[in-house]
Antibody, heavy 117, light 109 residues
């Protein structure tokens, strides 16, 4: 059974770069697409972007200028980088596997990232 | 970009049937997926491709999709079903292909 686990700093200052890693266990990262989704406190889900096992990416246009998603098949990990964060980027960040027919399952447990001076 | 509209809240008594709607322009032409999110937990897929259930999801959860409305139906509601529910579609024609609804809080009275 595939499991996902996010890791990375929980506190950032405005203008810093957010960097998170999602480690995939119980299965290979190859042959699937992998996504990042976030949820501001008390709000709904916002799709950030996804990467295919071959490295193709698709990002939310509202974040595209600041987002990079990459994959490391040797470590069975994929990562998220978000530059120049502000308080509006405070959220729980989830990684998830994107299925071929475009639903997300499973999800990681999520990691809270707080941006504050 | 494509917009999905959900009611902010739905309330139902235990044992009754809850219906959570997800509205979108001609949503019947798209595949709709539903997630359940309990407080402090990650979302869990409960219905995919309009009406299919992942393994481990009770038969009480079902879905339908036609016209401009998709519906998640939870039969014989239990206290443990209290959660936020999100619909999601893939908008192939958009540069923002992954779209989530705003979420519906299901309260079990």
């Amino acid at each position: 059974q595939v499991q996902l686990q996010e890791s990375g700093p929980g506190q950032l200052k405005p203008s810093e770069a957010l960097s998170l890693i999602c480690t995939v266990s119980g299965g290979s990262i190859s042959s699937y697409s992998w996504s990042w989704i976030r949820q501001p406190p008390g709000k709904g889900l916002e799709w950030i972007g996804y990467i295919t096992y071959s490295g193709s990416t698709n990002y939310n246009p509202s974040l595209k200028s600041r987002v990079t998603i990459s994959v490391d098949t040797s470590k069975n990990q994929f990562s998220l980088k978000l530059s120049s964060v502000t308080a509006a980027d405070t959220a729980v960040y989830y990684c998830a596997r994107k299925q071929t027919r475009n639903w997300f399952d499973p999800w990681g447990q999520g990691t809270l990232v707080t941006v504050s001076s | 970009s494509y917009v999905l509209t959900q009611p902010p809240s739905v309330s139902v008594a235990p044992g009754q049937t809850a219906r959570i709607t997800c509205g979108g322009n001609n949503i019947g032409s798209k595949s709709v997926h539903w997630y359940q999110q309990k407080p402090g937990q990650a979302p869990v897929l409960v219905v995919y491709d309009d009406s299919d259930r992942p393994s481990g999801i009770p038969e009480r959860f079902s879905g339908s999709n036609s016209g401009n409305t998709a519906t998640l139906t939870i039969s014989r509601v239990e206290a443990g079903d209290e959660a936020d529910y999100y619909c999601q579609v893939w908008d192939i024609s958009s540069d923002h292909p992954v779209v989530f609804g705003g979420g519906t809080k299901l309260t079990v009275l």
